[in-house]
């Protein structure tokens, strides 16, 4: 019987019960996916997509099955979506005892950069994000389906065509002294970085500088600091939830404030454990701070969070505390209905996923005063203020 988690892939059984599923029982199930996943329905290219991807693994795995009766055991596992990734999602995952096998597919018949390029950031996101991929062999394969050449290396990619790909299937498993690979707890693992990425984050803040951030000591900022660090304490010692709000006019410091808060005061007694976040909706500041940092481990993206935690999603986060930066512009209900299929605020998704979280929490927004805002955002701070009061009166009459 095939196991389909319509939160994190489209289908996934073993390589046996997939040689068996019809062709349009498959599809259907990817389809309800995409739509799950992105609120929208999957066009034709996608859709073509898919079948060549099918009509490839039909064949190939049979014969793989014929070579190894072993193999049809192994679990196969289509369009998972990577978390807190904001919809990212790996055509092909193959979970072959001790090893994980990422498959890509393009409709090639040479190799372009930039599919070695997605191909390598996929595997490199389950062995290093993933945190039941961090012990297992990670491989990223290329599957050019107009090719007919043998398997080349490129970087760690390899890149193979179709009748290629049983051989380096087979090349690529090998026999280690470990567990088996769980398929259920596999899908079922959420983010968490690897320590060796947590600590060489926090090493690089502290003694380089990041590209457009100053680290200003005027302006108040220490003081800011000390004070977010204060109610995050009293947070933790009484099990509160406490929502905090930053204003200030752009160059003021507020995104300063929000990182020199996360990473030098909210990491605990570990290198591993992680208790704050930053997040932008500022995709390019993401993307720099990211690279500065040479992983994704304490700035993320909060679109992706959100899609991961918020809504009616039960996967619940590790860090107890949310820095929200340019929180003034976070989607009102209309714009989330669109972008996520549920219709709650991204304030009000905060909030809630607060109240799910059995302890304590921080949420803190950093706000920017007279920026422009876009379609979607023109609530501003008014959503917070609006939904911070009405949840606090509810508890107030629940008598909380």
């Given at each position: 019987m095939s196991y389909v988690d319509g939160s994190t892939c489209g289908w996934h059984s073993t390589i046996n019960a997939f040689l068996q599923t019809s062709e349009h029982?498959?599809?259907?199930?990817?389809?309800?996916?995409?739509?799950?996943c992105m609120n929208e329905q999957a066009n034709a290219s996608q859709v073509r997509a898919w079948q060549n991807c099918f009509k490839v693994l039909q064949t190939q795995l049979a014969a793989l099955v014929n070579l190894r009766r072993d193999t049809?055991?192994?679990?196969?596992?289509?369009?998972?979506?990577?978390?807190?990734?904001?919809?990212?999602?790996?055509?092909?995952?193959?979970?072959?005892?001790?090893?994980?096998?990422?498959?890509?597919?393009?409709?090639?018949?040479?190799?372009?950069?930039?599919?070695?390029d997605q191909s390598s950031a996929y595997a490199r996101d389950l062995q290093h994000y993933h945190a039941y991929s961090h012990?297992?062999?990670?491989?990223?394969?290329?599957?050019?389906?107009?090719?007919?050449?043998?398997?080349?290396?490129?970087?760690?990619?390899?890149v193979t065509s179709p009748t290629n790909l049983v051989d380096l299937l087979q090349s690529l498993v090998t026999t280690e002294n470990k567990p088996s690979i769980d398929p259920y707890k596999w899908l079922a693992a959420d983010y968490t970085p690897l320590p060796s990425l947590v600590s060489a984050a926090r090493t690089i803040f502290r003694h380089e500088p990041l590209p457009q951030i100053r680290r200003a000591q005027s302006a108040g900022i220490p003081e800011t600091i000390a004070k977010l660090l204060q109610?995050?304490?009293?947070?933790?010692?009484?099990?509160?939830?406490?929502?905090?709000?930053?204003?200030?006019?752009?160059?003021?410091?507020?995104?300063?404030?929000?990182?020199?808060?996360?990473?030098?005061?909210?990491?605990?007694?570990?290198?591993?454990?992680?208790?704050?976040?930053?997040?932008s909706g500022n995709g390019p500041l993401?993307?720099?701070?990211?690279?500065?940092?040479?992983?994704?481990?304490?700035?993320?993206?909060?679109?992706?969070?959100?899609?991961r935690y918020g809504g009616t999603q039960k996967w619940l986060p590790e860090e107890h505390i949310w820095v929200y930066d340019e929180a003034q512009r976070a989607w009102d209900a209309k714009r989330v209905q669109e972008k996520r299929g549920h219709r709650a605020s991204e304030?009000?998704?905060?909030?809630?996923?607060?109240?799910?979280?059995?302890?304590?929490?921080?949420?803190?927004?950093?706000?920017?005063?007279?920026q422009e805002i876009h379609l979607g955002e023109e609530a501003g701070i008014e959503q917070w203020n609006y939904e911070?009061?009405?949840?606090?009166?509810?508890?107030?009459?629940?008598?909380c």
């Amino acid at each position: 019987m095939s196991y389909v988690d319509g939160s994190t892939c489209g289908w996934h059984s073993t390589i046996n019960a997939f040689l068996q599923t019809s062709e349009h029982d498959w599809l259907r199930s990817l389809q309800h996916h995409h739509l799950a996943c992105m609120n929208e329905q999957a066009n034709a290219s996608q859709v073509r997509a898919w079948q060549n991807c099918f009509k490839v693994l039909q064949t190939q795995l049979a014969a793989l099955v014929n070579l190894r009766r072993d193999t049809a055991d192994w679990n196969i596992v289509f369009e998972y979506e990577l978390p807190r990734e904001r919809g990212r999602r790996i055509d092909v995952v193959i979970l072959a005892r001790t090893t994980i096998l990422v498959l890509e597919f393009k409709d090639f018949s040479t190799i372009q950069r930039a599919h070695i390029d997605q191909s390598s950031a996929y595997a490199r996101d389950l062995q290093h994000y993933h945190a039941y991929s961090h012990n297992y062999r990670v491989y990223p394969l290329l599957v050019l389906t107009r090719s007919n050449t043998h398997t080349v290396k490129d970087d760690d990619v390899y890149v193979t065509s179709p009748t290629n790909l049983v051989d380096l299937l087979q090349s690529l498993v090998t026999t280690e002294n470990k567990p088996s690979i769980d398929p259920y707890k596999w899908l079922a693992a959420d983010y968490t970085p690897l320590p060796s990425l947590v600590s060489a984050a926090r090493t690089i803040f502290r003694h380089e500088p990041l590209p457009q951030i100053r680290r200003a000591q005027s302006a108040g900022i220490p003081e800011t600091i000390a004070k977010l660090l204060q109610i995050s304490r009293q947070a933790q010692m009484n099990n509160e939830h406490h929502l905090a709000l930053v204003t200030g006019v752009p160059g003021a410091g507020k995104t300063l404030v929000g990182l020199q808060f996360v990473y030098e005061n909210h990491f605990g007694d570990s290198e591993s454990k992680r208790t704050a976040v930053f997040l932008s909706g500022n995709g390019p500041l993401v993307k720099v701070l990211q690279h500065a940092l040479k992983s994704s481990v304490f700035v993320q993206d909060v679109h992706g969070f959100l899609k991961r935690y918020g809504g009616t999603q039960k996967w619940l986060p590790e860090e107890h505390i949310w820095v929200y930066d340019e929180a003034q512009r976070a989607w009102d209900a209309k714009r989330v209905q669109e972008k996520r299929g549920h219709r709650a605020s991204e304030p009000e998704d905060f909030l809630r996923l607060a109240e799910k979280m059995n302890s304590w929490t921080l949420m803190i927004g950093l706000i920017g005063e007279g920026q422009e805002i876009h379609l979607g955002e023109e609530a501003g701070i008014e959503q917070w203020n609006y939904e911070n009061g009405t949840r606090a009166k509810k508890r107030s009459a629940m008598g909380c």
